[in-house]
């Protein structure tokens, strides 16, 4: 989106003081470093998440057969079972047409879904009215019904079109448009369909439209019928990675794709896609069903509708409301004004164990069931939900556990809907019952994944990502409060001994039991955390120094008093260093002063505790540059200047997956820089037999500037960020043997790094002048 915010201070005005010069200069630095330490943030998640993600080797052995690639994850998961009941809300009517084509071409029919999931997700991001929502949702659910023309043998052909079957394909469009018009009163949603397969430039087109005199609903289909079809259609053959797809989205933009939409459509894909998908549905299934007659749907006026329906149809209507219900994986129930049940659908029998034979003529309440709330206690019948929502006219949902066919409660959610007929008169309600259980076991797994992700898996305290995560807010809550707190350091001495001595298992119950001692050390507000291999962390909240190394002191006894069944008779020691927050400390800082006098216990004979408070305490060598490598650091190959219109947090995330698919090591972090590490056989065949596989080091430096642009055809007018990528490329060892051999690699490993950032390439091999030249 365009930037409007313009500082108010220009420092190359003539009447600007020098206190404005300096307030402008002093708030542009604290910005700067604001959005390097974002970046750094940035790309130490990148690390962690690449660390812990790491896939396994495409091909890799697995009793003799090679694995396939995984497929790519498709932009939405619709719930197979709610698919025909979101598809009738939606397009009321018009489900018909949807049913066809269904019948014509299952995977056509499920890709329109996801394309309408996708777009509808992309209008709520986006916060599109009402109405071009509903006018985009119903576009992209029959984009393709124009495909029940086409014969079977061009849809479901595998193999590469001809020209003649190409062409033909291409009609579907100009026959939807035809089909609909037959039951669609809406322009927008006609317009919609004949437009989503024409490209952005407005090539290859009879009529001339084109840009942005095309709908917003047809250029948004398109790029997300275009990303289905990459990514999830069985079709298509070999399916493409999200990188990938989005890369082609990238290369098309202007030409094929509306830029601005494709940018957009890549920041959308940074959100949370489940929680986006399921408001989506929700709104399908209750906002929609409120005002179907609200949706561009013709229907016969009153006065054509015959005055009572032959008994046949009437047969029909019936048998075929009955199916429908009876289809529903939820429970369906009607009852009338006094609660008493006259369907009991399949569904509900499901759900229940009741059968219908039993339900219908009874009245329905919470005992019934045996309904339970949420805490397990029993809803009495004067409370029943559906009684209050008949009370109240009003529609009602909540979450209860009723008695399931297998003896055991189960959550559902009851929707409670009152049916008022049109003289205002009540007739009853009705009661869907939707099984939760898989909404509560996915909360439960929510659950259980946190806990996998923030605890150590042996020893069960908090783990090293944890630990860095809680130390920043630990530090920053008791600033804000002005209270003390203390870091504890803690290594258990001489391990490796009892591993090489006792065995692994032998380690593995020491690290256990000390880790046990800390926590049972613990208050509530403290946090322990597993470090690094035998060493831990303890964050002591609301506690001076002194306290804390009075607490190291005592875990200290009682380690060297516990004893080992894996050791015998021997026992083990540990050291500790004690440092307390002080003004002016940052994370790294605190941290750093604690494992210093850890350090110095260790040096000074182990087993023992050791306090660092004041800064100056510190015997600290000189810091060095992170670029800083010595004489053995070979020279540059390339080094080069990447500029990719995709927001810097995006760019970040497409670095991910280049480390991940190449199988990169990243070497160190520091600031908005990372430097990382990649083999030569995952950018180039070796030329030799002989030859051996070299690393090379690529070092990047991400920034962000803004630039003045417009669109192709001058609209759109503002103030865009790019992301801004200094590269450097070296190899690993200095080493001059074949450099042009070194150089090919460094080229192909610069490409695949474009290619992955969809980034374009400026100042090529131009070095820096030296600080002062002119």
């Known amino acids: 989106m365009p930037d409007t915010d313009h500082s108010s201070v220009d420092p190359n005005a003539t009447n600007a003081s020098p206190v404005d010069v300096r307030a402008l200069s002093t708030r542009r630095r604290l910005e700067t470093e604001s959005r390097v330490a974002e970046i750094s943030s940035l790309l130490s998640a990148l690390e962690e998440a690449t660390a812990e993600t790491k896939p396994a080797p495409r091909g890799a052995s697995n009793n003799g057969k090679k694995t396939p690639a995984p497929a790519a994850p498709a ?359 939707q099984d939760a259980q898989p909404e509560v076991s996915l909360e439960e797994r929510c659950e259980a994944l946190h806990a996998e992700v923030t605890k150590d898996p042996m020893t069960k305290v908090a783990n090293r990502a944890e630990f860095d995560r809680m130390l920043a807010l630990f530090i920053e809550a008791h600033e804000q409060a002005g209270l003390p707190c203390s870091l504890i350091m803690a290594d258990i001495d001489h391990f490796k001994s009892i591993n090489d001595t006792f065995g692994h298992q032998a380690g593995d119950e020491a690290i256990i039991t000390v880790a046990n001692v800390l926590t049972q050390a613990c208050r509530s507000g403290d946090l322990v955390a597993r470090y690094g291999g035998e060493e831990f962390a303890v964050l002591c909240a609301d506690c001076t120094m002194a306290d804390a190394a009075g607490r190291a002191e005592n875990i200290r006894k009682r380690v060297a008093e516990a004893s080992f069944t894996s050791l015998g008779t021997r026992k083990i020691t540990s050291s500790f260093g004690v440092a307390q927050l002080q003004s002016g400390d940052t994370p790294e800082t605190l941290l750093r002063r604690s494992d210093s006098a850890l350090l110095m216990a260790k040096e000074q004979g182990r087993n023992q505790v050791v306090q660092l408070g004041s800064k100056k305490e510190q015997l600290q060598a000189p810091k060095k540059k992170w670029w800083d490598f010595g004489f053995f650091r070979s020279a540059p190959l390339i080094e080069t200047k990447l500029t990719t219109e995709v927001p810097i947090d995006i760019a970040i995330e497409k670095l991910r997956g280049f480390v991940t698919d190449q199988k990169a090591k990243i070497i160190s972090i520091r600031d908005n820089r990372v430097e990382i590490e990649i083999s030569s056989d995952r950018v180039g065949q070796n030329r030799r037999r002989a030859d051996r596989p070299s690393a090379y080091r690529l070092e990047l430096e991400f920034s962000e500037e803004r630039l003045e642009k417009t669109n192709s055809f001058g609209l759109a007018a503002g103030s865009y960020a790019q992301t801004v990528v200094q590269v450097s490329i070296r190899p690993k060892k200095r080493r001059n043997r074949r450099r042009d051999d070194q150089m090919e690699r460094a080229r192909m490993a610069l490409q695949s790094l474009k290619s992955y950032l969809m980034a374009k390439e400026v100042d090529a091999d131009v070095r820096p002048l030296p600080a002062g030249a002119r």
């Open 75 to 433: 932009p939405t998961r619709p719930i197979d079972h709610h698919q025909n009941s979101l598809v009738q809300v939606r397009l009321g009517l018009a489900s018909g047409l949807y049913a066809a084509l269904q019948h014509k071409h299952p995977p056509t029919a499920s890709h329109s879904l996801r394309v309408a999931l996708g777009c509808s997700t992309w209008a709520l991001y986006k916060r599109l009215d009402d109405e071009t929502r509903d006018a985009i949702e119903a576009a992209s659910l029959l984009h393709d019904i124009g495909k029940v023309s086409i014969p079977d043998g061009v849809l479901t052909k595998t193999s590469g079109l001809t020209p003649e079957e190409e062409a033909m394909l291409q009609t579907h469009w100009e026959a939807g448009v035809h089909i609909l018009a037959c039951c669609c009163s809406s322009q927008r949603v006609l317009d919609a369909v004949r437009y989503a397969g024409r490209r952005f430039d407005g090539l290859g087109a009879a009529s001339p439209v084109g840009g942005d005199d095309l709908p917003l609903e047809a250029r948004m289909i398109a790029i997300v019928d275009a990303f289905d079809q990459m990514t999830a259609d069985p079709l298509r053959g070999e399916l493409l990675s999200r990188e990938a797809a989005l890369h082609e989205l990238f290369v098309g933009a202007g030409t094929q794709f509306d830029p601005i939409l494709v940018n957009q459509f890549i920041e959308l894909l940074s959100h949370d896609q489940e929680l986006l998908t399921q408001q989506v549905a929700g709104r399908w299934l209750n906002e929609l069903g409120k005002r179907q007659t609200e949706l561009p749907w013709s229907q016969l006026p009153p006065t054509a509708a015959p005055a009572a329906a032959p008994a046949a149809v009437k047969d029909n209507r019936s048998l075929f409301e009955q199916q429908l219900i009876d289809s529903m994986h939820d429970g369906v129930i009607f009852v009338d004004e006094q609660r008493n049940i006259f369907l009991w659908s399949k569904g509900a029998e499901r759900l229940t164990g009741v059968s219908s034979a039993a339900a219908q003529g009874r009245q329905f309440t919470p005992s019934l069931l045996d309904m339970c709330n949420t805490a397990g206690r029993r809803v009495r019948d004067d409370a029943c939900p559906v009684a209050r929502a008949i009370a109240t006219h009003a529609q009602l949902r909540q979450r209860l556990e009723i008695l399931g066919r297998q003896g055991e409660h189960v959550a559902i959610d009851l929707h409670a809907i009152p049916v008022v007929c049109r003289d205002g008169h009540l007739r009853g309600a009705t009661v869907l019952l």
